[in-house]
């Protein structure tokens, strides 16, 4: 097999992109003396930095800024003999086929990659049953890509292995006695939330000498929680929020035990770690753990065991918030309790 150079277009969120990172590791499985490229959005490339199966990032968000004739040239120089839509944009696909990249691979249910694919996967993500990070693969089989993976299996494709080295103080905030936790209570929007009451509940309920508590979260976020979170449990938590860019964060998350979020980036950084991942979950398709749940060794969603659609169309879910913090801090016991087996 000659080496290929294959772009794998992905330029939304953090967890997306996460998801994302099995297929990488599978085509370097299956060709490895591939040349990966990963288009992106600047905000992810840490993530892309961490991962063993890529060899380049490009930035979409410099691309973007360009004229049309500098991004199609810009294209060209990644000198690529493919390009995987996996998020699909109609700009994007007109650049690849501007550009002339030979195997242009996308879905039949957009109109425009009619035009611009010569290689079209029939995918519909709406109404699947599987999981994204398995849907993903669907787009494979122009490569004759096309086994079946189960999230078992997909959880040793990460390649997360590249971890950037933390500085001596922020390590040593790391307690070796304690089960190291890491609330992630906020998701920029980007998802339902368990709600800040809960999460200040559960900092209450948590047994001091067996848990050492951290907040994370942007400088934003930070102000939103401050009254009910930060500066209330002030003795009882370490504040971490806008104190560590993205490739600190995922080396944090390395360091610790757990992390609970909600469907958020952070949640599936903890994931691909192999660490307590628990996320808070809303039983609304397609926002649901079926599709969106993080995919690790220990991984573990809390959801409400029913359909829901009565809050689709409001902001608050009664159904994640009758998820109770009695109920994550069984969860947490029985971890430590299994940690001691």
């Known amino acids: 097999m000659n080496r290929k150079r294959i772009i794998i277009s992905r330029t939304d969120s953090i967890g997306d992109v996460i998801l994302t990172l099995p297929l990488a590791g599978i085509l370097k499985k299956e060709f490895p003396a591939s040349y990966l490229i990963f288009l992106g959005r600047t905000y992810t490339k840490a993530i892309i930095e961490t991962c063993e199966h890529i060899d380049e990032f490009a930035d979409w968000d410099l691309i973007s800024s360009m004229d049309n004739d500098q991004a199609i ?3 060209r120089k990644l000198k690529a003999d493919s390009i995987i839509h996996v998020f699909p944009r109609k700009e994007i696909n007109s650049l690849a086929r501007k550009a002339d990249i030979p195997i242009r691979i996308g879905t039949k249910n957009r109109t425009y990659h009619w035009v611009g694919c010569n290689k079209l996967v029939k995918l519909s993500r709406k109404n699947s049953e599987l ?3 398995q849907l993903n693969l669907k787009l494979l089989s122009p490569f004759n890509i096309n086994k079946e993976f189960s999230l078992e299996e997909l959880q040793q494709y990460y390649g997360f292995n590249k971890l950037k080295e933390l500085s001596k103080d922020i390590i040593a905030l790391i307690d070796k006695d304690k089960f190291n936790l890491i609330l992630h209570p906020k998701s920029k929007g980007s998802a339902r939330e368990w709600g800040l009451d809960n999460f200040a509940k559960l900092i209450e309920i948590l047994p001091k000498d067996k848990f050492k508590i951290f907040i994370t979260g942007t400088t934003v976020e930070a102000e939103l929680m401050n009254d009910q979170l930060i500066s ?5 938590i370490t504040d971490l929020t806008s104190k560590l860019d993205l490739s600190k964060l995922i080396a944090f998350i390395n ?5 609970i979020g909600a469907s958020t980036g952070p949640l599936h950084i903890a994931a691909a770690l192999g660490k307590h991942a628990l ?8 926002m649901h ?6 995919v690790g060794q220990n991984a573990f969603c809390f959801v409400v065991d029913k359909e829901c659609n009565e809050c689709r169309k409001i902001s608050v879910c009664e159904c994640m918030h009758s998820i109770s913090p009695e109920m994550v801090k069984e969860k947490l016991e029985s971890i430590i309790l299994n940690n001691k087996q």
Do not use: M, V
């Not at 996320?279 to 397609?286: D, L, S």
């Not at 753990?289 to 993080?294: E, I, T």
């Open 73 to 75: 040239e810009e294209f």
């Open 131 to 133: 999981h994204e990070s």
């Open 232 to 236: 209330k449990y002030a003795n009882d």
């Open 255 to 259: 360091q610790a035990d757990g992390l």
């Open 279 to 286: 996320g808070i979950y809303p039983p609304i398709r397609p």
């Open 289 to 294: 753990p079926g599709r969106w749940s993080p």
